[in-house]
């Protein structure tokens, strides 16, 4: 792993708030040795202590229950980490691709990852080096509407604006990370912030709140992010979920307590019945698992 980042936790918090049962993580990454699992040339970080029983470990002290793991950009097209990861975590678990496979492998291995639980596939940041030709984007865009899976975006650091033309116009389920990387200073004046208003009206898209930490410009208690999170929850809360994003790729400052993150979620939520919603029900309609 780049030196310049920062692992993840090395001993979180149990949360002070209990999560109802069905609990979804919907964004963590998994890893492993580069012995197994190589990484591919020009990766911009791994983790390789980053594996999925640390994960599943982290999930039972925070009491969740389900999670989506994320294919990270270490590793492209190859995701044996995610189907190794998916077996050992059992039915309550399932995976998102990264959208490098939809151009890059067959049919068969395609059917392979949706056959391991497999439902959406996502598209990186530019940053992080896998970048599509519009003409194989729109193929992959193709694909994941015959698989029946969604599609999920990583807006860039500096927020979605840039991107929002790709993905607008889709008529399939469509995540988007981190908030879109909404400005929490710009507040209400926020172009990123009124274009994911406008989308959450639509009922095929779906934001995924996550990225607390960074997206803050205050640090711990992270107060300055309620106001955005609340604001996209107000916008449709049957169409918000949570991620932890652990264990916090690429991160340049001390990553967070995943304990405080599940009881920043509960502020942001403000009552029993959104939590339920954001945590259980919402994932439970988009990744499909049984309520």
Not at 90 to 96: A, M
Not at 126 to 135: D, K
């Amino acid at each position: 792993m780049s030196s310049q980042y920062q692992v993840f936790h090395p001993s979180p918090t149990a949360p002070r708030t209990s999560l109802p049962r069905g609990a979804c993580d919907s964004q963590f990454h998994v890893f492993g040795p580069p012995e197994r699992y190589p990484v591919r040339a020009g990766a911009a970080y791994e983790m390789p202590s980053a594996t999925i029983d640390v994960a599943l470990r982290l999930h039972k002290l925070l009491g969740i229950e389900r999670g989506v793991i994320v294919q990270a950009t270490t590793y492209g097209a190859d995701h044996q980490v995610v189907l190794d990861g998916l077996a050992a975590a059992g039915p309550n678990y399932r995976g998102c691709a990264n959208a490098a496979v939809l151009a890059e492998r067959d049919d068969a291995y395609i059917a392979k990852l949706h056959d391991a639980g497999v439902r959406g596939a996502r598209f990186s940041r530019q940053g992080l080096g896998i970048s599509m030709a519009p003409a194989v984007f729109d193929r992959a865009i193709g694909r994941i509407r015959e698989l029946g899976w969604y599609a999920k975006f990583q807006p860039e650091p500096d927020g979605m604006m840039a991107q929002v033309e790709q993905f607008e116009n889709l008529d399939i389920p469509v995540l988007l990370d981190h908030m879109g990387r909404a400005d929490p200073v710009a507040g209400a004046n926020d172009p990123t912030l009124r274009k994911l208003q406008e989308l959450l009206q639509r009922g095929n898209f779906w934001v995924m709140l996550s990225l607390t930490e960074k997206l803050s410009k205050t640090g711990y208690p992270w107060d300055d992010v309620l106001p955005l999170a609340r604001t996209l929850i107000a916008a449709n809360p049957d169409r918000i979920v949570w991620g932890s994003d652990w264990p916090h790729p690429v991160s340049v400052k001390a990553t967070p307590d995943e304990g405080q993150l599940v009881d920043q979620l509960a502020r942001y939520a403000g009552d029993a019945a959104t939590l339920q919603k954001i945590l259980v029900d919402n994932p439970a309609r988009l990744f499909g698992f049984n309520q």
